[in-house]
């Protein structure tokens, strides 16, 4: 979980924060990370979204998700952009609904807080989180939501409007004012059109560089038509599921899943277990308080579809996972994460003393890592290639598609792909 390069610009206190007690504010920030010490900050599951507003005023509103994960964290600091314009700003808490305080500090305070590389001159802004972040995987979801002026990044060109961004965050959407039509589009994007007939431009930035984007757009005669497409949006997605595999012989994988739930009412998550596998060691927490969940199997079509009417693939003998939680109140969500053990022979075994993992992902956000001693020696799909903590080898694979992907690992104990590969004499 890497810090955002991207800016995010908030340059007055929250409301009901004065200007006068901005210095009080500052100095109990610095204070309060300097008591907790500078371990560094970490993030995660960044999410940008530009409302392109009147073209004349070259301003755009932004709103940016992003999940603060360091554990016991009471503080996320983020950056300010030299000469920026920002107004209209406000935090949120994501979990609650409810606003959160924020003030602005300088270098000094942002490096105590755990931002080591923080420029001398940067300014940043330190939000007071609702609580502290939760350990072993905790988070603390919250919402930045100004209104930025920028004639550099948004402009107009003989009769067309331009909207031209360095994006450092892996998810973004553009939205386009009233009336315009996308002409161009320099990064590959889904178009999606809003309830109220504006285009929404979405995309995952795979490569590991930030995204250049460039978009124009015209203004038509006539406005569109409103009525959304009943498409999904990519990369507003909240799922991310990461695959823990283990010695080969045992056919089996440990997974986390994460999601975030957002339907008021909604009180239990049903994981149906793909056929062919045996799911055990069933669990969940609430990312957002820590808290265990409640966890109960059910077997057999009528028991799950009482809880899924809308199942697919359900037989018989079908077998699920029900996590149960306090149901949704209006205005808040929760963020779950679910842990269980598969088993399933027919696509993680072992062939010719080769690892062989085959399974198709549906989710966008998916990661693989390979147990330990075991050398990667082919992937069917492209993945991102990183090592753990531990010196395990991960694969991360980022589909920006709304399909499947079908990905096959293999890989070889480490002396064994020494010898097969060379590198042993």
Known sequence: MIRTLAAVVLLLAAPGVSAENGAAGQRAARQGATAKGAAGQTEADGLTRYELLDPASHSFRIVYDVTAT??????????????????????????????????????????????????????????????????????????????YADAKSYYSDGGEIVFDRSLGIKRNAVLLPAGYQLVACN????????????????????SAAPAPLLIRARKLAAPLV?????????AAQTRNIVYYLNDP??????????????????????????????????????????????V?????????????????????DSEAIVFRFSPLAAGTTKRIRIAET???????????????????????????????????TNVSVPASIGVEPDGRTRLTFINA?????????????????SQALGTIP
């Open 342 to 376: 598969y088993t399933d022979p027919g696509r993680y075994t072992v062939s010719n003393g080769e690892l062989v993992w085959h399974r198709s992902l549906g989710r966008p956000a998916n990661a693989v890592v390979l147990p330990a001693g075991w050398v990667l």
């Open 296 to 316: 109960e199997t059910v077997k057999g079509e009528a028991a799950i579809r009482a809880l899924e009417p809308d199942a697919e693939g359900i037989v018989k």
């Open 401 to 417: 598609r709304n399909d499947s992907i079908d990905v096959t690992i293999t890989a070889r104990r480490a002396s064994r792909a």
């Open 187 to 206: 990064v590959p994007s889904q178009v999606l059109q809003q309830a109220d007939g504006r285009l929404l431009v979405s995309f995952w930035n795979t």
């Open 249 to 294: 012989s045992t056919h089996s994988f440990a997974l986390t899943h994460d999601y975030t739930e957002t339907r008021p009412g909604a009180a239990f998550y049903v994981n149906i277990v793909r056929a062919g596998s045996r799911a055990a060691n069933p669990s969940a927490r609430d990312l957002d308080s820590g808290a265990a969940l409640t």
């Open 70 to 147: 360091t554990a016991g964290a009471t503080r996320y600091f983020n950056p300010i952009r030299t000469g920026s314009v920002a107004s209209n700003e406000h935090v949120t808490d994501r979990a609650t609904g409810k606003p959160l305080a924020f003030v602005e500090v300088d270098a000094e305070t942002a490096r105590a807080g755990g931002i080591a590389d923080a420029a001398p001159d940067s300014r940043w802004i330190a939000v007071t989180l609702a609580r502290p972040v939760p350990a072993d995987g905790g988070e603390a979801r919250i919402t930045i939501d100004k209104t």
């Open 226 to 234: 409103a009525g959304a497409a009943a498409i999904d949006d990519r």
